[in-house]
T-cell receptor, first 110, second 114 residues
Framework: DAKTTQPPSMDCAEGRAANLPCNHS???????VYWYRQIHSQGPQYIIH???NNETNEMASLIITEDRKSSTLILPHATLRDTAVYYC???????????FGDGTTLTVKP | DTGVSQNPRHKITKRGQNVTFRCDPI?????LYWYRQTLGQGPEFLTY????????KSRLLSDRFSAERPKGSFSTLEIQRTEQGDSAMYLC????????????FGPGTRLLVL
């Protein structure tokens, strides 16, 4: 699986959009981008995934660059409950294990 | 609640004892994964099953660790002769194998070895 690079930490004001970047410059054509988040002492929670098109669900939006070498997870209106560690993973879907990096710790401040 | 469940949620044991954790996946999911997570790190893959078959094991899974999924439903992870370095959160995830596979995680079992 391709390696990802994320900033170790970010802050965001409550009610503002949180934009979390991820670099995956060695991504292969058949690898998807997945995002998870982990709130303290809980298991990782699936957020969203995509291949090359932008995706949106009730939790977030995922913007993948045209060359697929980077992506951005957008939480449109961050709340205090969005404070968590956010993991960006790239993997061949249906290929088994996920390889997690250290993620980005997002702190939403009032 | 139809999510992944894990028991126990917390376990404290003395070094040298054996411990066993259980994971119940989402009912229709045929894949089941075990990960380990230490403080400040992302989860690390240990092993996974498709139905009853154990398809991959990490080098992290020493011979003191054994995982089973006897009927293709729940799974157990046993650690024999625990060591202090085994202290971690043990996470289980399940998924439905298919063209686009998404893994869903349980709440984890936090192990402390004294």
């Amino acid at each position: 699986d391709a390696k990802t690079t994320q900033p170790p930490s970010m802050d965001c004001a409550e009610g503002r959009a949180a934009n979390l970047p991820c670099n995956h410059s060695t991504i292969s054509g058949n690898e998807y981008v997945y995002w998870y988040r982990q709130i303290h002492s809980q298991g990782p929670q699936y957020i969203i995934h995509g291949l090359k098109n932008n995706e949106t669900n009730e939790m977030a939006s995922l913007i993948i660059t045209e060359d697929r070498k980077s992506s951005t997870l957008i939480l449109p209106h961050a709340t205090l409950r969005d404070t968590a560690v956010y993991y960006c993973i790239v993997r061949v879907t249906n290929a088994g294990k996920s390889t997690f990096g250290d993620g980005t710790t997002l702190t939403v401040k009032p | 609640d139809t999510g992944v469940s894990q028991n126990p949620r917390h376990k404290i044991t003395k070094r040298g004892q054996n411990v066993t954790f259980r994971c119940d996946p989402i009912s229709e999911h045929n894949r089941l994964y075990w990960y380990r997570q230490t403080l400040g790190q992302g989860p690390e893959f240990l092993t996974y099953f498709q139905n009853e078959a154990q398809l991959e094991k990490s080098r992290l899974l020493s011979d003191r660790f054994s995982a089973e999924r006897p009927k293709g439903s729940f799974s157990t992870l046993e650690i024999q002769r625990t060591e202090q370095g085994d202290s971690a959160m043990y996470l289980c995830a399940s998924s439905l194998a298919g063209y686009v596979e998404t893994q869903y995680f349980g709440p984890g079992t936090r192990l402390l070895v004294l």
